[in-house]
């Protein structure tokens, strides 16, 4: 693959992965896979420009409506859009709803950046993961055939079990860790024809699995702290990104976030 080539922007379109939650920052702000392959991205070309439009708990819908257009309209060199997944995790979903929405953003980010990135997400090994396997693989052939289509590169991340490893995921079960979105980042880089730094698929040492109570302690923490609130707003119509705007709404020179502090 081309290993000269150059990008002078990036925009980041989707939901709380793309956002970079639970990669948490000592500041409490979110960095995530997407910052980090943008700051590798302004260390090659003086100038980058970076814009993230994520907002976490969006569904494909909203996506489509809110995002799309504005990212389009940046004339970006790479835009990377993933979405569908907060739809097809949802007690109840329209698949055919689903491709009607990732259809019109792919047909509307495609023709206006130079790259359009999508992906098939990665998901935490366990019980939930089996339930919603069947949805998540007809979103993840809806991407490919979408891919096809309108000449978008794909990551693969779903097909690396290493991703799967729950030792990937935050306590929420939900969200990949720091070493799960740094993983993430060498990917993209990988498919945009940049130069491979590691093996990012490569497995993690072996683990002495925890004992029965440290199990139990770990499930009774996880219901308490994050399924019974996730179960909440899925009863009263709300959403864990209500109210909240894009962590990067402009296309902007990038800049280190700690620089950013700087007075």
């Given amino acids: ?68 257009p504005a990212a389009a309209s940046m004339g970006a060199d790479v835009v990377t859009l993933v979405g569908g997944l907060n ?23 495609a023709p206006s950046c130079g790259r359009l990135v999508l992906m098939r997400s990665p998901g935490r090994d366990g019980p939930v993961m089996e339930r919603f396997r069947p949805r998540m693989e007809e979103l993840f052939a809806i991407v490919e055939e979408l891919a096809a289509r309108h000449g978008a590169l794909v990551v693969d991340l779903y097909g ?14 939900l969200h990949l860790t720091a070493e799960g979105h740094r993983r993430v980042a060498e990917a993209v880089w990988q498919v945009l024809g940049l130069p491979a730094e590691e093996d990012w698929r490569g497995g993690l040492p072996a683990a002495v699995p925890p004992g029965w109570r440290v199990r139990r302690s770990q499930d009774l923490s996880f219901a308490g702290q994050h399924l019974l609130p996730w179960v909440g707003r899925r009863l009263t119509g709300r959403s864990s990104g209500d109210g909240r705007p894009a962590k990067r709404p402009e296309l902007l020179p990038y800049r280190n976030p700690a620089d950013e ?3």
């Fill in 160 to 173: 690396a079990p290493v991703l799967g490893d729950p030792r990937m995921w935050d306590a929420d079960r």
């Fill in 1 to 68: 693959m081309e290993m000269n080539v150059s990008y002078t922007s990036f925009v980041a379109v989707g939901d709380s992965f793309t956002e970079g939650m639970s990669d948490l920052l000592p500041d409490g702000s979110y960095r995530g896979w997407a910052d980090l392959l943008a700051a590798r991205l302004a260390a090659r070309e003086p100038g980058f420009r970076y814009a993230n439009l994520a907002v976490r708990g969006k569904l494909i819908g909203q996506i489509a409506e809110e995002q799309a």
């Fill in 261 to 263: 502090r700087l007075p």
């Fill in 87 to 109: 739809d097809a995790l949802r007690p109840k979903v329209d698949m055919g709803r689903v491709r009607g929405h990732l259809e019109r953003a792919v047909g509307l980010l």
